[in-house]
């Protein structure tokens, strides 16, 4: 480093090694993501709009009767502060309504990052960009189940 100059150009090179979160809309403003949860997966277009959310063509208090699971879509929204800020048209395939519902949790809140970067932060403090890894174990062979044995009989 013989001078001023060679140290700007090692900021500029260090500032592109972490990239930062850029914003990604398609042509008609909306952010797309994609949420999975169990073996349920979740295509999730987020736009701005009144609130209105679509889960396979239906409402969602049609889709997910309990308000259980409506409340675990809304999630992601009152940790933004966006309730009723934003339209979400979605897919779900796979899975129960329980996964279905954390799918599409998920994809709510990747698409929501995908809209306004800025709101990575919170969503990332509630834990919901993290993809919850566990799934149902597989039937091993001898056994009823993944665990369950046959019953023991002493005669």
């Keep these: ?12 090179a260090t500032s592109q090694a ?4 850029e914003r990604k809309v ?3 403003g909306r952010a797309y993501a994609t949420g999975k949860r169990k073996n349920a997966v979740a295509r999730v277009w987020v736009k701005p709009g009144t609130g209105k959310i679509v889960v ?12 259980v699971l409506r409340m675990l879509i809304n999630q992601p929204f009152q940790a933004t502060r966006s309730e009723r800020q934003f339209d ?12 279905q519902a ?16 800025t709101m990575r932060s919170p969503l990332k403090a509630g834990g919901f960009l993290t993809r919850d890894p ?3 174990e597989r039937k ?4 009823h189940k993944a665990r369950r044995s046959t019953q023991f009989s002493k005669r």
């Design 1 to 12: 480093m013989a001078d001023l100059s060679s140290l700007a150009d090692l900021q500029t």
């Design 18 to 21: 972490h990239p930062t979160h």
């Design 26 to 28: 398609d042509g008609q």
């Design 56 to 67: 396979n063509g239906r409402a969602i208090e049609v889709y997910f009767a309990r308000p």
């Design 88 to 99: 979400v048209t979605c897919t779900v395939a796979g899975g129960g309504l329980s996964g």
């Design 102 to 117: 954390g799918a599409l949790r998920h994809g709510i809140s990747r698409a929501l990052t995908f809209f306004d970067p």
């Design 134 to 136: 566990r799934v149902v």
């Design 140 to 143: 091993k062979y001898g056994k």
